[in-house]
């Protein structure tokens, strides 16, 4: 709210100056009422063009605020930073939690990633900690895709798995298994991990 607020005191003030620098300065007789329109026009559209400009500019700073203070909460790796929340939720809850946050559920994508995914499990949940991965095959059964739903081409499954037929759509991280991927009903409630992709 305070960021609305500031983009309106400052548009306010810009109109102000404008207002005033205009009062001030020596008018030339307008040809016509219609060249007055156009310039109160033009200036208005101006001054909106500075105020969406500096709400852009305010809000990617937010964002960029934000991403740090997930990270320093989490872990970095290259290109990404994971936050972990140690809450059992159900698939569904846990993607909606991490989009909430403007990331989404973690979503290995080299074994050098789910190494590191699997190390701070291990280290902030427990040896044999489960996550909820950004992996399912709810759109059509077999074929495992991401949160943008494209078809994943990093796969880190334990044989037999994935083996749950229908019953068994969401995939998770399994730490008993040192981090290899098992199919799971999407009802059962395991912790989870977001990942934000950082530049």
């Known amino acids: 709210m305070r960021l609305r607020d500031g983009c309106l005191l400052l548009g306010v003030l810009l109109l102000l100056t404008h207002t005033s620098h205009q009062q001030n300065t020596p008018k030339k007789k307008p040809n016509t009422k219609k060249d007055s329109d156009t ?18 500019e305010l809000n990617l700073l937010k964002e960029q605020q934000a991403l740090q203070t997930v990270c320093l909460k989490g872990t970095k790796i290259p290109g990404k930073c994971f936050l972990v929340d140690t809450v059992k939720k159900r698939y569904h809850t846990a993607n909606e939690d991490c989009i909430a946050k403007g990331g989404i559920l973690s979503t290995p994508l080299s074994s050098d990633e789910n190494r590191q995914l699997y190390d701070y499990v291990r280290q902030t949940i427990g040896p044999d900690a489960e996550i909820w991965l950004g992996i399912n095959d709810m759109q059509k059964e077999g074929v495992w895709r991401d949160q943008a739903g494209s078809n994943i081409r990093y796969k880190n499954w334990k044989l037999p798995q994935p083996d749950g ?31 934000f992709n950082i530049v």
């Open 165 to 195: 037929s229908s019953a068994e759509n969401c995939a998770v991280l399994a730490g008993a298994s040192g981090g290899k991927w098992l199919d799971d009903n999407c009802r059962e409630e395991r912790a989870s991990v977001c990942e």
């Open 39 to 56: 310039r109160a026009s033009a200036a208005l559209e101006d001054l909106q063009q500075q105020i969406n400009d500096i709400v852009v």
